[in-house]
Structure formats: structure tokens, C-alpha cells
């Protein structure tokens, strides 16, 4: 069955530090893999999705992903956290048809 | 182009009443899905609609149902409100299914 796992409920790290939210996921096909950034009381934004080709994805906002396949994972990273990354963050597995699965999200607190 | 509109943004609802939600997709997309979204559960499949045919169904009551028309704008009913029902509703328009979602900022309905 599909499934995407985001081992961390929530993650606290400093303004400037760098940034790493796990994502492991279980797909029986080759998937699509999606991380999606929501601010409070409003949607899901896409920040980046990978299909195929280069593991390594580019998004918005700064925010890049690495697919590895031996590992099942998808992990966000970004180099340096600006206050305004403080949201909740949504690893999302999907393709071939099948409905879009999400991971049960990560907050992150961004300290000063 | 215009994003994903949902209507009403905000819904008081007594239990037992019906309510009924209301998605336009991103034009040209032909996929709307549903998700409920609560503190407790995260981020829960409703059901997914293509071309006006339900496609996926997530695991709720019958009470909770849905409709697609054919210029791709979709509905959502909830027959007989329970406290629990109080959530963030939220309508996600795709190019295809599977592929990446483009999420409206959602419908709360809060249930007394």
C-alpha cells in the first residue's frame, strides 16, 4: 500500500541555520513526489515536485529536494531559514493515476 | 490564470443540518479532490473527481458525498452534521490525477 512517512512532527532550528525535513514514502510504481508548504488556516502551496530525470529538484522560496531511491526518501533541504519559513510542511506521494497521498506533516518553529 | 476558488471561506452549521461546499479548479484542470483537514487527523482524503467521474474514494461515511460537472467545477455535500465534522475543507485542482495539486485556501466549517 502507499504510504509517506515524515519521521518529525515538529522541528525547531535557528533563523540562518540550515534546514532538513525528512520524508521516507512506500509506492509500488515509480511515484511522483511532492513537498507542499501551508501557512495557518490556509491551503497547501506546492514548493517543489520531482518526476523524473535529475534526483536533485529545485523549488521556490529557496527549497530544494533529493530523491533517493535505495532509501525510499525524499527530504527537503534549504540552506538558510529565514523567519518566514516557520509553516508546516507536507512530503505527498503520488502518480499513475492514483490519488495524491500526504504525509502527516512537519511544523517548523524558526527561532530568532 | 485565476487559482482554486472555494466558497463559502467560513461556515457555522448546527448538527443535523447539510452543508454543501463548492470548488473551481485552476481551467483547463479536469481533477478536483477533496481533503478534510483537522488538528487530530492531519490531512484526510475525501474523494477525487475526473471528467465528472469519481475516480478515488477515501475511507468516510456515506454522509459525506461529492459531485463533479461538466465545466470541471465540483461540489461537496455532508449530510447530517456531527461535531465531529468540524474541519478545513479543502479542494485541490490537478492537471491529471496523481500529478501535482493546486489547493484553494479552504472552507472552515465549524459545527455546534
Known amino acids: 500500500a502507499q504510504s509517506v512517512t515524515q519521521p518529525d512532527i515538529h522541528i525547531t532550528v535557528s533563523e540562518g541555520a540550515s534546514l532538513e525535513l525528512r520524508c521516507n514514502y512506500s509506492?509500488?510504481?515509480?511515484?511522483?513526489l511532492f513537498w507542499y508548504v501551508q501557512s495557518p488556516g490556509q491551503g497547501l502551496q506546492l514548493l517543489l515536485k520531482?518526476?523524473?530525470?535529475?534526483?536533485l529538484v529545485q523549488g521556490i522560496k529557496g527549497f530544494e529536494a533529493e530523491f533517493k531511491r535505495s532509501q525510499s526518501s525524499f527530504n527537503l533541504r534549504k540552506p538558510s531559514v529565514h523567519w518566514s519559513d516557520a509553516a508546516e510542511y507536507f512530503c505527498?506521494?503520488?502518480?499513475?493515476?492514483?490519488?495524491?497521498?500526504f504525509g502527516a506533516g512537519t511544523r517548523l518553529f524558526v527561532k530568532a | 490564470k485565476a487559482g482554486v476558488t472555494q466558497t463559502p471561506r467560513y461556515l457555522i452549521k448546527t448538527r443535523g443540518q447539510q452543508v454543501t461546499l463548492s470548488c473551481s479548479p485552476i481551467s483547463g484542470h479536469r481533477s478536483v479532490s477533496w481533503y478534510q483537514q483537522t488538528p487530530g487527523q492531519g490531512l484526510q482524503f475525501l474523494f477525487e473527481y475526473f471528467s465528472e467521474t469519481q475516480r478515488n474514494k477515501g475511507n468516510f461515511p456515506g454522509r459525506f458525498s461529492g459531485r463533479q460537472f461538466s465545466n470541471s467545477r465540483s461540489e461537496m455535500n455532508v449530510s447530517t452534521l456531527e461535531l465531529g465534522d468540524s474541519a478545513l475543507y479543502l479542494c485541490a485542482s490537478s492537471p491529471g490525477a496523481g500529478t501535482e495539486a493546486f489547493f484553494g485556501q479552504g472552507t472552515r466549517l465549524t459545527v455546534v
Open positions: 520531482y518526476f523524473s530525470g535529475d534526483t
Open positions: 509506492y509500488g510504481a515509480t511515484p511522483y
Open positions: 505527498a506521494v503520488g502518480g499513475g493515476g492514483f490519488k495524491t497521498i
